[in-house]
């Protein structure tokens, strides 16, 4: 079976117009904000996407999801952010552009037929971490770094392909040294930083997980999210591991596969709404 391909990702295009809207000064904060027919509110899914944060991905690869959850009823608010790279990317400032775009949504509200209350994250391999760690600053274990300011709140976090240890993703040179690279240094170096931002750190989030991962990943290992979902499991979150046993790493973020379901289900699921 051949699996889909990055390449195939770019090559399609979605025909749809997002909004292009900014959350802050800088050139790359931003949104693409995808609306459903209708006239709403509607609820919404923080889109966050991959690409080992690093500079040369952007959100372009990601918009078929975003505007398939369009297409089925749910806006899709999708983040670009200063990546390793960029000026100002990695500690902290990757972060702090997540939480601040996600945090946005309440002032989209006031002028978009957009549901505040009904919100989750999902995110695509280095995005699904960012969208685990977007769920922890609300609803983690008291931590008051997490905790800062006043953090949109989930219903839960669809993590697809999501990297969910970044200590482990050092050791195993997941994304190359991409992880060491966001967070300025390895873990025995910076190890508040890797307790601070890596899923499998934060745990127990205190909200509902969605994870979904391809057999077939060979960029992001099924083990390392096997692992976390035990560790979740154990620490009392509610957690759900599909694997999708002819997928790659793309299959996830593309609606004409065979994944495409399952993916959203799980939005559809975590929002309360008919699949």
Not at 33 to 37: A, V
Not at 265 to 274: H, I, Q, R
């Given at each position: 079976m051949r699996n889909v391909t990055f390449g195939e990702i770019l090559a399609h295009t979605t025909g749809t117009t997002p909004e292009r809207l900014a959350y802050g000064e800088d050139h790359l904060q931003f949104g693409h904000?995808?609306?459903?027919?209708g006239a709403g509110p509607h609820?919404?899914?923080?889109?966050?996407?991959?690409?080992?944060?690093l500079a040369e991905y952007d959100l372009g690869h990601i918009s078929h999801l975003a505007a398939a959850l369009?297409?089925?009823g749910v806006a899709a608010w999708s983040l670009e952010y200063r990546r390793v790279g960029d000026p100002g990317g990695g500690w902290p400032g990757t972060f702090e552009d997540v939480a601040r775009g996600a945090d946005h949504l309440r002032e989209l509200a006031d002028t978009h037929p957009l549901d505040p209350d009904r919100v989750v994250a999902i995110g695509h391999s280095a995005g699904g971490h960012l969208a685990l760690w977007l769920g922890s600053r609300a609803y983690g274990a008291s931590e008051g770094s997490r905790r800062s300011g006043n953090p949109i709140r989930l219903r839960g976090v669809v993590s697809l392909a999501g990297i969910t240890d970044l200590g482990r993703a050092v050791s195993e040179e997941v994304c190359g040294d991409a992880a060491g690279?966001?967070?300025g240094g390895a873990p025995a170096r910076v190890p508040e930083?890797?307790?601070?931002?890596?899923?499998?750190?934060l745990l127990p989030?205190?909200?509902?997980?969605?994870l979904i991962h391809g057999a077939r990943d060979e960029i992001v290992p099924l083990a390392m999210v096997e692992d976390y979902r035990a560790a979740a499991t154990r620490a009392g979150d509610d957690v759900r591991l599909v694997v999708a046993a002819?997928?790659?790493?793309?299959?996830?973020?593309a609606p004409w596969s065979e994944v495409w379901p399952d993916v959203r289900?799980?939005?559809?699921?975590?929002?309360?709404?008919?699949p």
């Open positions: 904000l995808y609306l459903p027919e609820p919404v899914a923080i889109v966050i996407h991959g690409g080992c944060w369009a297409g089925a690279q966001l967070l930083r890797y307790r601070r931002s890596s899923p499998l750190d989030l205190g909200l509902p997980q969605r002819d997928a790659a790493h793309f299959e996830l973020i289900e799980a939005v559809m699921e975590l929002l309360g709404e008919e």
